[in-house]
Every structure is written in C-alpha cells, then in structure tokens.
C-alpha cells in the first residue's frame, strides 16, 4: 500500500533543480547578504518563488527609478517635475512612502549642479556559479564630478543602512562600475549616501563566502510547489 501522508507531504513541496540560478539582482543579493543566519533561508525562498516572475506592475518603486532618471535626463519645464509625477501617478498605497523619498532625493541634491551622463549598462559580479546582476540607477556628475549611483530603496526598519551595511553593496557597485566614477548607494528612505570606506575590511572576500553560502542552500532548500 502506498504512503499516502507520505505522497501528500511530497506533493506539498518540490526540489528545485540544483543547477545555479540564473543572474540575481542586487537587489536581491543583498537582503540575503544582510539577513541572519535563520532569516538566510527565508529571503533564499522569496528569490526561488520569484525567479522569472517580474512584471512591471508588481514592482513597488519602479515608477519612482524612472522618474528620478526623467527629472535628470529631461528639462521639465514649468508645472510639475517628473518628483512630483512620481507620487501624483503612484498608487494611493504607495504615496506615503514615494513622499519619503522624493523628499530625501530632493534634499540629496539640494543646490548640488548634477548633471546625466547617460545609463550605465549593468554589469557582472560572479563568485563560483553565482552571478549578480549590479544595475545602478543613475550616472551623473555631481558638482563637477562624475558618479554612478544605486538607489537603496527598503523601507522597513530592519533593512537601514549604516556605513557597515552599506560597505559590501558599495563595493559590488565600484567593482562593476567603479570606472565611470565615484560609487555611492543611497539609502532613500532614511536620506543617507554612501561611499566605500575601507576600515581594513576585504569586502570581496566577504562577498564570496556570502555567495557560498547563497548556493550552498539554494541546491538544499525545498520550497512550496506551485
């Protein structure tokens, strides 16, 4: 006789193939790269359930990216800027937090003269069969000098950058892009910018037991079967 119960629990889970992921974000990297021990497995999951699922429409900030790239590629005339567009088209769900961070965008640049210097192609960073996609939001010079820019954008408290924090995601940004200028993440919700500061740390070894462990539990995990 079959084991039913066994046949059940079975069904209710499936192994994903073991073979690497395809490229990751960076975005979705660094949660992982951020999580505790028992939360690594939870934010590993979330990517696996997500993995060639994107649509537009269930991209929280992508309105906000786009119009922060418009408000510098476009002279927007009088009325309204494309800042403004962004929490005036948002869904009424997101307002609260598009005013945020356009707030904070707005007194990041303050009287600085920016400046767009085009879109920066993403690149590449790899460690053994992981490959994270760095796709940095903006390429302007900033009062004269040029730096390529990642917007940081999670607003739960947990997920707040500090200059510790923001080391290693400043690191694969300089390590991809590092040539078109000064790297810097910015941390929308709580109005911080970051550079790289060294400390004596080796970030990309950091990086790479960090992508160990990524692959590590992405040919063990068991996630919900569709």
Not at 90 to 103: D, E, G, L, Q, T
């Amino acid at each position: 006789m079959p084991n039913t119960a066994a046949t059940a629990a079975a069904s209710a889970t499936e192994v994903i193939d073991p073979s690497p992921p395809g490229p990751i974000s960076m975005t979705q990297f660094y949660p992982f790269v951020l999580a505790d021990p028992v939360a690594k497995g939870t934010e590993l999951r979330t990517i696996k359930l997500s993995q060639g699922r994107y649509t537009p429409a269930v991209d929280y900030w992508r309105l906000l990216r786009l119009q922060i790239m418009a408000h510098h590629r476009f002279d927007p005339g009088p009325g309204l800027d494309a800042l403004d567009t962004a929490i005036e088209l948002a869904h009424p769900s997101r307002k609260a937090n598009y005013r945020i961070a356009v707030a904070h965008y707005r007194r990041f640049v303050g009287r600085k003269q920016v400046e767009w210097l085009g879109r920066a192609a993403p690149g590449i960073w790899e460690a053994e069969d992981l490959q994270v996609r760095v796709n940095p939001e903006l390429w302007v010079s900033i009062d004269g000098e040029p730096h390529v820019i990642k917007l940081f954008l999670r607003s739960e408290p947990k997920w707040a950058l500090d200059q510790r924090l923001a080391n290693p995601l400043v690191h694969l940004l300089q390590c991809c892009h590092g040539g078109l200028g000064t790297a810097l993440v910015l941390d929308l919700m709580r109005g911080r910018a970051f550079r790289l500061s060294r400390c004596g740390v080796d970030y990309d070894r950091l990086l790479r037991a960090q992508a160990a462990a990524f692959l590590s539990l992405w040919n063990s995990e068991l996630v919900p079967a569709a």
